[in-house]
Structures are given as C-alpha cells and as structure tokens.
C-alpha cells in the first residue's frame, strides 16, 4: 500500500540500499507502483515512500536548503492558507510549495509536534541529522496505516508488515493474543498485528528517535477527549451546521485535477457524498449480484444525480477466488476474504477515476441506533459497557464470530492456552475509553477497534488501484458532531434531516438496508414503511406476490457451499493446516459439516477466520 518506509538504526548498517531496494520491491504490486529511496551515506538512515503515481508526483525526498533534514511523505493536505501565511510570516519562502515541502517548513518552524498544525490524511517520515534524530507523524485519524519495530539497536517502518519482514534480523514470533482475537472479533485491536514486536502506529501520534541517547519514544499531538460537549444543541440548528460542513467537505474534496469517482451502493453514505458534489458528471460505480438490493437502488440514485454509472455484476463467486491472493498480498490477513467484495471491480476503476470519496463509515460519524443505546449511553457502571460491546464486536459488528463454547473446542495442544485471551484484551484495550464522555466512549472505542482495525482495510486494497478521499473525516465536521448530545445524533435522525434539507431527491428513494425511505418526513416515511411491511408479510403467505431482492451483493454462504467449496476444503484440511498445531481438526471438520448442512445461518464467519489466519500464516510466517 502506498506509505512511507525505511530503517534507522545506532550502528551502521551494511548494504543499506539494498536493504531499501528489498523492502520496496516487496511491497510493490503493480506495475504503476513508484518507489524512491534515500539512505544517509554513513549508512545510519534509510527513507523511501511507495505511491501509484496519482499524489505526490514530484521527487522525494524532499531536504531543507542546508541539507540537515530529509522527509518523505504519503498524502495530502487540506485548508493551507493559513498554515502558509504563518509559515510566510516565519520566513520561509512557500512560493509553489509542494505537500512535502509545506511539511518540512512546518517541521522547520515548529518542531516535531508539527502535525498539529496540519489537517489532512497523511504519513511523514523525516530525519534531522542536526539533532541525529528521526520524526515519524500521522494525521488525526491514521488514515495511512503504518507498521513498525524496534529490535536490535534499530527502527523500521513500512505501509505493510512484510516490509519489515523482509529485515533478514527480525525474528518472527506468532501473538497468540492477536490469534484470539482474530478469532472472536474477525480483526485485531488497538495496533496490535499477527507477530509479536510488530505494531501499527498510533493515530494522531509523534515518533521520535533520537539517536544520541538510543531512545524511541510514541506521543500523541491530539485525542478524541480533545473534543469538546455542547450541552443544549436545538436540533434544526444541528441539521443545519451537519449539512453546511458535509456539503463543504465533499465539495473540497471534489476540487482538483482529478477524475472523481464514488462507490456506490444503496446506503446512505454514499448517495449523500454524490448528491453533494457539485461538479458533474461524476463517475459512480456499483457491484453485486443482479437482484441485490445495493444493484437496484444504486441504479437509482445514479440516475437521480445524473452520474456517469458502471456496474460490476457478481454472478457467482469464481471472483473470490480469482482475487484470494491479491487481496491477502494487500491486506495481510488483517481482513478476510469474505470482505473482499470490490477488489475485482478495481481494474475498471482505474480506467475511469483517480481519486474517490469514500462513505467509509460515514454512517457511524453521523449518527446510528447504537449512538444512544442506553446498555452504552447509560451503562451502570464499566463492567457492563465491556460485557455489551464484547457481544457486539463478537456476534453483531460483522458476520457472528465463534462463541465461547467454541473456543474452548477451536485449539489444541500448546494453543490451549489461546481461550480467554480475547477476552482479557478486549477489556485491556476498553480500559483506554473509559475516561471519555459516557455518551461517545462505545463510539470512539468501535471507531479505533472496529472501524479502524477491519473496514479500513477495504481503503487499504482500493489504494492499490486509485487514490481515496474520506469527507465523513474532515476535522470539522468529526469535531462539530461529536460535540453534539448523542440523542440528536442517534437512530440516524439527524442523517436523515441533513439529507432531506441537502438533497431531497435522495431522501425518496429507499434505504438499501431496511428499504424504507430515509426521509425526515414522518407522515411519509410510516406510510411508505407500512407498505413495505405488508408486502413482506404477504410474500411470507402466499409467496413472491411482490418483488423481492437480495440483502447482500454477494452471497457468500452459498459460495462457500458450492463453487468455493472445493478451495477451502484445500485450506482446512490440508497437511500443513492440521500439522501447525493450533487447531483442533475434530472442530473443523464439525463446522464445516454445520455450514455445509444449510441448517444454521451465518456460520461463514466462524469459518473465513480460520481459513484466513492459514493463508497469513504460509504467506508471511512459514
């Protein structure tokens, strides 16, 4: 993915271009890919960045004019004016500053907390040679995931674990925590990753080495605690500042050269981000299968915009196969294969858009019926916050995960140790939250834990093809409805009146997940939903008397049963599976018969995680 990279170590190392070379090619998967790398010549320090040639077209990296500092950088940055006419009024001269050139003066004029100065998505590495100190910084929300390790006198960095890998001194070492966890969450929590000495670095957050006194060191320049609460918000006054921030924030992001594109489907969040954006055409693309829910209303809110759409059909499940080993190249296991859906479409998406913006999670950030559960709002006390988030990250955030009679049965021999572990993590990691707001600690614990360690790894393929940009992440907009009483934000009310007052056109067509309308109008919005009710309650009697269309663009249960079946038989139980010692192949074989015999809903993601976690293992382990 692309990011930045490199190693800094307290002794010289030998070949340290090479090294470089290595670390670059390995994370190389397209022939667009660019790669650059620098390296100190006493062979100290080495830094490169990887993009696919859309940002940051011009060399890097970039050096301060006594030649003392040297910085690399992936991403962009928003609302500089300011920030210029500060840096001018310092001296520097920002006469046609690129990104990375705003950055050093940045560093230069304010010190190694520069990034709280900056708004933006973004991933900066830089090295000082005057004060023999190395700076790694991120935005607010660390929308460029970055890994690191320290071991053996020294640093490396890169966008993807098997940059840091290919350093033939690392030793891999399994975390059998984040095997718990992966198990019973589908992802993993906080920054750890599959290997022990390996961390995802930190949203919001400084890294300093200092190589004079041998010291690495994490702090954050920002946190969410940072967010103020405003007591009495009226609820038109809040429709109307959502509405004013949305539609600015789509509409800079829309600016530039590029060609812009939006995945859409029959959410919410996507529909809003093209009914927003002013210039048109703009491109819009769906997937899934023919009768999905996400295929039909997408083809009319394309319609209603006036986009220019394509539409990727989903006939069976042969993509999934066709994509396995690219998707697990690109997101390392940290996601599974049944949330690939949209990496076979992104060939064409190359072709027609540079850039899109995302409605990745927007419908968390503005508001949902878990905003103001009262098990969360109003817990007791904090015993009974853990005890419901750890069933809602388990059983409800994605497809159901193993219970925990099933891990007691999941492991076998020296992974017996494995039970428990999940759970004692999950209430280690919650134990951060627990100072925040009662009213948005749940929130900021899903958003890190769920939002950033699972669905942000859809992001993280697509940037393999085309640059992204996230409007529900503006720093305004975040700030301003995080501030707000969780009950005006809560079972999406205040979505739905921020789409009524901006784009009304798009608030009577339905809703993908429920399909009802997602207007603010409630005469309008009970009636329609009365008639959607009836005609299933008619179907469910007397059969298909009314349309009917599929929840999901893919069906991925019944892929498993049929076309895929023969491929994951390969992963479950071949010799090497069986052989490693972690799983208990009476288990297997048990749900497996259980998924195949048709007669239990959902047992798929108790199954993808196994199959995954094997297929990470003989990529980056064995």
Not at 104 to 117: D, K, V
Not at 218 to 229: C, F, Q
Not at 387 to 394: A, H, S
Not at 602 to 619: D, F, H, S
Request: glycine share 8%.
């Amino acid at each position: 993915m692309s990011g930045v990279f490199g190693i800094v170590s307290e002794q010289p190392l030998e070949n340290m271009m090479t090294r470089m070379e290595r670390m670059g090619q390995r994370m190389s998967h397209r022939p667009w890919y660019m790669v650059e790398h620098w390296a100190t010549p006493d062979h100290y320090v080495g830094l490169g960045r990887i993009g696919i040639g859309v940002w940051n077209r011009e060399p890097q990296p970039v050096s301060s004019p006594d030649g003392s500092v040297r910085l690399v950088m992936y991403g962009e940055f928003y609302q500089t004016e300011m920030l210029r006419h500060r840096l001018a009024e310092e001296g520097f001269d920002l006469r046609d500053a690129s990104y990375p050139e705003l950055a050093l003066c940045a560093y230069r004029a304010f010190g190694s907390m520069f990034a709280s100065y900056l708004e933006g998505v973004f991933i900066i590495a830089l090295w000082d040679s005057g004060r023999r100190r190395f700076v790694l910084t991120n935005d607010r929300f660390g929308l460029c995931p970055t890994f690191w390790a320290h071991f053996d006198s020294r640093l490396v960095f890169a966008p993807e674990v098997k940059g840091i890998l290919s350093d033939p001194g690392f030793a891999k070492r399994l975390d059998k925590t984040a095997l718990a966890q992966y198990m019973r969450f589908q992802h993993l929590l906080g920054e750890r990753t599959f290997f022990e000495g390996i961390q995802m670095f930190p949203s919001a957050s400084v890294m300093q080495y200092d190589l004079r006194a041998g010291l690495c060191q994490v702090e954050p320049y920002w946190s969410l605690g940072d967010i103020p609460a405003r007591e009495s918000v009226a609820f038109d006054d809040a429709v109307a500042e959502t509405g004013y921030l949305l539609r600015r924030a789509v509409n800079r992001l829309a600016e530039g050269p590029y060609r812009l594109g939006v995945y859409l489907s029959g959410g919410l969040d996507s529909r809003t981000i093209l009914g927003l954006i002013q210039e048109r055409p703009v491109v819009s693309l769906t997937y899934g299968a023919r009768n999905s829910r996400d295929v039909h209303y997408a083809r009319k809110i394309a319609r209603a915009t006036g986009s220019d759409h394509h539409w990727c059909e989903f006939k069976d499940g042969s993509w999934v196969i066709e994509q396995a080993d690219f998707h697990l190249e690109l997101t390392e296991g940290f996601h599974s294969w049944i949330h690939a859906h949209g990496i076979s479409t992104l060939p064409q998406a190359r072709e027609l858009v540079d850039v899109y913006l995302t409605g990745w999670d927007g419908g968390t950030v503005m508001g949902h019926e878990d905003s103001i559960e009262p098990l969360q709002v109003n817990a007791v006390d904090d015993s009974a916050l853990a005890v419901r988030l750890f069933y809602l990250f388990n059983q409800k955030y994605t497809w159901p995960s193993i219970t925990g009679a099933e891990e007691h049965l999941l492991y076998t021999g020296p992974f017996y140790q494995v039970r428990g572990l999940a759970l004692e993590s999950f209430y280690a990691e919650l134990h951060k939250y627990l100072d925040y707001r009662p009213d948005v600690r749940g929130e900021y614990f899903y958003i890190r834990n769920h939002c950033g360690r699972l669905t942000q790894n859809l992001v993280t393929f697509s940037r393999s093809h085309v640059e992204v940009r996230f409007p529900f992440f503006d720093y305004n907009l975040f700030d301003y409805l995080y501030s707000l009483p969780a009950e005006i934000r809560g079972h999406r009310m205040l979505y739905r009146a921020v789409i009524q007052r901006e784009i009304p056109r798009l608030a009577f067509i339905p809703y993908d997940q429920d399909e009802f309308l997602p207007t603010s109008q409630s005469l309008i919005r009970a009636a329609h939903t009365l008639v959607v009710k009836l005609k299933r309650r008619v179907n469910r009697h007397f059969g298909s008397v009314f349309p009917e269309r599929a929840t999901l663009y893919a069906d991925y249960e019944n892929y498993l049963r049929h076309e895929l079946r023969p491929w994951a038989e390969e992963i479950l139980f071949d010799r090497r599976t069986l052989e490693r010692g972690i799983f208990n192949p009476d288990f297997i074989r048990s749900i497996w018969a259980r998924h195949q015999s048709g007669r239990e809903l959902w047992t798929i993601g108790k199954i993808a995680p196994i199959m995954t976690y094997e297929m990470m293992l003989r990529r980056l382990y064995d």
